[in-house]
């Protein structure tokens, strides 16, 4: 089947191991980091490694974080971020400086200092929990093991509509969210072998 | 709580994948082969990651290198680094652009450390391994050097200045061990824990599964690596998981 897949290319992050996951799933996915591809485009994926307020003042500067907004609210596509990606959309990051983020959950991004006395950054496989099925992580067991590389944390204001998953690195943390449109991901599904494979065919399903 | 992990090591030169042997290399043979011997598609099910070291720059076949690393990287969905003469910002991008998720470094972090500063700058220590091999004389370990093939640096005196905020990472090999398969040098580490938990990968010396299990087992050890290209081969590492798996909590897929 055919779906329009966008990886959004804002330079930073891991770009090529997420299409070629993807590619693995039997998609096609491009690499864009222009606006009117990122309007249009029935699912998009926001990788991502580095700091918030530099991503954050690129996806501005490219006009990104409209087309994103905007397709999400009036053309129906949905979202995934991925690390940095998936905090790149809540409301607000605390990285460096503050800025606004994406804003499509509503939270702040802080450091995982604050809830743990463990080194960071927190990196390897770590065992996430949930308390529901089906969603982002249908068709996994209870082995629910992703790779994490990361030393901020999305700390959540409001619940609303989503579903959260959890974490535990000395505090815990929300390791994914999903709703019916915008997904997110601490952890890499594209490094976290077949359960990473799941959640993307997930998403794009 | 985070798992420990189980790393293979592939060790390449001049187009070919090669066994080491405290140091002396055997060519044993090309991707093909690899692709041939290793049931690749499915060794992500067996293994946490996986490393790719280029150990002879100096053949310039740096090209040639990242090429593997992109076909490999194609199907393989779990961290990888690479490294191996990484003496330039422009060689990082170049490694990560073809797959790599974190670069191994080795002689920088001795003798050029103003580039392993401006490398982790950029792409932050946590995507940043340090590799150390050592070698034990008279009973005291020794910094060996893989370009002069000379050990002049006590482990102490490196200890010294070695600044932990640079990379994420340590990668400690047993030069007398090294493709020995006698076991891993346990000893090594025992310097290290004054850096406070700052996660070890040993490497050097593991021939079967009790030596990796005795690796994981180590409280200061975060990641048991082998480099043994013949040990392992064929179902290998799937049967070393079934045993490990039985006796240690690993990642379950």
């Known amino acids: 089947m055919k779906k329009n897949i966008t990886i959004i290319d804002y330079g930073a992050g891991n770009l090529i191991s997420v299409q070629n996951a993807i590619e693995f799933l039997g998609y096609k996915s491009i690499i864009s980091n222009d606006p009117k591809i990122i309007l249009n485009s029935e699912f998009l994926i926001l990788p991502g490694v580095g700091s918030f307020y530099k991503s954050m003042q690129k996806l501005n500067k490219l006009k990104i974080t409209d087309a994103i907004k905007k397709n999400i609210s009036q053309n129906g596509g949905k979202i995934l971020g991925i690390c940095l990606g998936m905090q790149l959309l809540a409301s607000l990051g605390t990285e460096d400086k503050k800025i606004n983020g994406i804003g499509l959950i509503k939270g702040k991004v802080i450091k995982l200092e604050k809830i743990t006395k463990k080194i ?8 996430i929990k949930t308390d529901y099925e089906g969603g982002l992580f249908a068709g996994l067991n209870q082995n629910k093991f992703f790779y994490f590389v990361h030393s901020y944390f999305l700390k959540i204001e409001k619940k609303e509509n989503f579903k959260f998953s959890y974490c535990n690195y000395g505090g815990n943390f929300i390791s994914s969210f999903e709703s019916e449109k915008v997904f997110g991901t601490q952890f890499h599904p594209e490094k976290s072998q077949k359960n990473g494979l799941q959640i993307l065919k997930n998403f794009i399903n | 709580m985070i798992k420990k992990r189980l790393i293979f090591t592939l060790l390449f030169d001049s187009g070919k994948f090669v066994l080491s042997r405290n140091f002396s290399l055997q060519h044993v043979g090309d991707l093909d082969w690899l692709l041939r011997n290793y049931d690749f598609k499915n060794i992500a099910s067996h293994i946490d990651e996986l490393i790719i070291l280029n150990i002879r720059e100096k053949n310039k076949n740096f090209e040639k290198f990242c090429s593997i690393l992109k076909k490999l990287s194609k199907e393989i969905f779990i961290p990888i680094s690479a490294g191996g003469g990484i003496i330039s910002e422009e060689k990082v991008n170049k490694i990560l652009r073809s797959g790599a998720d974190k670069i191994v470094c080795n002689s920088i972090i001795r003798k050029n450390k103003g580039m392993l500063k ?56 047993s030069v007398d061990r090294d493709g020995t398969g006698q076991g891993y040098m346990i000893e090594m580490v025992q310097k290290f824990k004054k850096l406070n938990n700052f996660p070890i990968i040993i490497a050097g010396g593991a021939g079967n599964w009790r030596h990796l299990l005795s690796g994981l087992k180590n409280k200061d050890i975060n990641a048991v690596s082998t480099a043994n290209l ?24």
């Open chain 1, 120 to 127: 960071l950054p927190h990196i390897g496989f770590n065992l």
């Open chain 2, 118 to 173: 401006r490398i982790s700058k950029i792409i932050g220590k946590q995507s940043i391994i340090g590799s150390l091999d050592l070698k034990l004389i008279d009973n005291n370990f020794f910094v060996f050097d893989n370009n002069s093939l000379s050990s002049e640096q006590s482990l102490d005196d490196f200890l010294k200045d070695l600044d932990t905020d640079l990379f994420g990472e340590l990668y400690l090999n």
């Open chain 2, 230 to 253: 013949l040990n392992f081969i064929g179902d290998g590492f799937k049967q070393a998981r079934i045993e490990l798996t039985k006796r240690f909590d690993l990642p379950k897929w």
